[in-house]
């Protein structure tokens, strides 16, 4: 029986690291009606033994875990526990069904009975809050005694005893180290799950068996040494038997140790504070400081009950006049931390559109006391997300002046890109959107966007992304324009991409761009030539007929002259090597 050294620095450390947490949760207590001293609880799991005895037959496994704790906490952090905890462990024989004398099977009959451990302990409690959330966690190590009876096995074959095993029936000090997870889900009540470690500290095994023949034993256990051949299990004859002896006079001990887990359910006796009444009747003034009071505001989307980030919220005196400011995290909570005693007014404000608003009254403030509202966004419109990145990279795009056009109405809105490509937009339900981008030096693809059989009671935000192709004197933009054999007729499909290029011209009105169509290297030149100046001179009207001046876009057929691999002439290449060479190319003219 040797220390698990492994398993009790892993708890060492994860008793450190709730440590490390509370430094930097330490101001986030959980909500003050929550708060009482002492509370009642009790759990049910499992218990894993991990007994380390030198047994070969013999093995112990888990079974039923149940306590039930009573916890008194003096501050919000600190308390202590008294704790009575009942192990059940279950002794499991290795043998099977019969065992072999000479190549004779004959059958084992078995008696055991389980191995109860019942321990009390008391010991010191630190809970710490994760933030301003209804979840804590809690770490308590408890010392104590323990009793332990039963685990006693016998079995027998042919005769003769094949496994005995005298268990315990003593008592030992022990510990015990809990570290739990709680959820408060009402005032009085919390739900949690555990994980402990447990070890009883030179455990005397017991003299006595208490199966079988029953009586006075020298030994604490033996068992038979067996072959496996010619049969498995043979008593190997004449072996001496492997056994573990035990003189009364000098009993043998060892520590024994176990891990588990459990579910709990807590009940917390008073504290919870009946309404606005008792609130003002326990507070005073002048028994408080007038400032350094926490104020923690959340702001939902009210049809899907969502926690909304990046909602600006502001704290303003009775004279409008804003106190404080600031802007939700990912889990649509903003605190502030040092708010004077006095009548408040919380407004917020999720892209440009209004929450509802809350107000704070001076009679809520007290000594540690957290006050906490919360604003709902009730608009009934859907949000857009974007983000525009560059296709070269997929790095965000910034500065990009993003341009939404409903479909439905033909009203367009516009929002410019920040530093990490991101745009937003309100979206009306039942409707089909067209958004692009538009930078200089910067080809924008189109995307279409749809709240068209969206429920805004499940969905607030609608998500895209928008990418851009560098488009300079140095970058020529691919346009993913596809022809009919032997064809030169734009093609529906191929009509959106030949959009962004029409878009791009007219937000840059003194841009030139040549537009350059290119064939594979099948067919003669003067075919490829021919057919690849008909496709160019077929987009660029198609371009002109979208309103852009014949001046400013020119057509270039190159023919197979411009290949980008190896598949010339006569060179055999597949047929995804050709398609690299048939494209339609944008360049800027910049001379």
Known sequence: MYPQKNLCGLLFLLALLLSNVSKGQSTAPLPVQNFSPFSLSASLGYDYPLFDLPYNELKYRGGHYFDVKADYFFSRHFGGRLVYANLQTRPESLLPEEVF?????????????N???????????YRTYLGPSDFSFQLTPTVGRSWLRGGDVYEEANGSPQLINTGFNTSAWAAKLDLE????????????????????FQVHFDNQLDVGPGGTMTISHGENVYDSSPNPYTVRSGAVPNV?????ENPVCGDLYSVGGALTMRYRFGGARAGAKEVKEEICTSCCPNDGHRLIVTVRDAPTQQLLADADVVVKDMNGQPVSTGTTNAYGIVEFPDVPHGNYVIEGRLYGIATTTASAAEVEFGPDVIVRKELFYEDLRFILK????????????????????????GSVAQDNTDGGGKFKFQLDGGTDYTVVGSKQNRLSDIERVSTIGLVRSTTLFVELELGVDDFDCTHNAVLDIKYNLDKWDILTEARFELDRLVQYLKDNPSDRVELGSHTDSRGTEGYNQNLSEQRAGSAVNYIIGKGVSRDRILARGYG???????CANGVNCSESEHRINRRTEAKLICN
């Open 560 to 566: 197979e002259t411009r290949l980008l691999n190896r």
């Open 181 to 200: 997870l709680n959820y408060d889900f009402s005032p009085r009540f919390s739900l949690g799950v555990s994980v402990y470690y447990m070890r009883h």
């Open 386 to 409: 974007g983000v525009v990145r560059n296709k070269r990279d997929r790095s965000p795009e910034p500065n990009v002046i993003a341009r939404l056009t409903s479909e439905r109405t």
């Open 101 to 113: 004398y000479a190549g004779m099977p004959f059958p084992v009959t078995r008696q055991q009975n």
């Open 115 to 125: 191995l109860s451990r019942q321990y009390v302990g008391i010991g010191p409690s």
């Open 244 to 248: 573990v002896m035990n003189d009364p």
